[in-house]
Nanobody, 114 residues
Framework: QVQLVESGGGLVQPGGSLRLSCAVS????????MGWYRQAPGKQRELVTT??????TVADAVKGRFTLSTDNAKNTVYLQMNSLKPEDTAVYYC?????????WGQGTQVTVSS
């Protein structure tokens, strides 16, 4: 079992920044995949960015603006979001794959609006 707990969402103006955190209940080193997905109202959940064995995948929509990082000592994954746009508004989910099972956090709302 893996528990994922997100924090850091909120309301931000266009062009602003936010950093999301995901506390992981197991060592990040033991995960096959760690990352972030998002789901906007009326849309399917979509990949934002993931990391697998040191290789990072980033969605075109956020490339150059969002960055995934990890603090292995704290078992925490971060998503730094810069130059936010209204279309980034969504519930953001932390994701992990561990021993062929998928795990999701409860989600944190990010709203980009003036």
């Amino acid at each position: 079992q893996v528990q994922l707990v997100e924090s850091g969402g909120g309301l931000v103006q266009p062009g602003g920044s936010l950093r999301l955190s995901c506390a992981v209940s197991r060592s990040i080193f033991s995960m096959n995949v760690m990352g972030w997905y998002r789901q906007a109202p009326g849309k399917q959940r979509e990949l934002v960015t993931t990391i697998t064995r040191g290789r990072t995948t980033v969605a075109d929509a956020v490339k150059g603006r969002f960055t995934l990082s990890t603090d292995n000592a704290k078992n925490t994954v971060y998503l730094q979001m810069n130059s936010l746009k209204p279309e980034d508004t969504a519930v953001y989910y932390c994701y992990s794959s561990y021993l062929s099972h998928d795990y999701w956090g409860q989600g944190t709302q990010v709203t980009v609006s003036s």
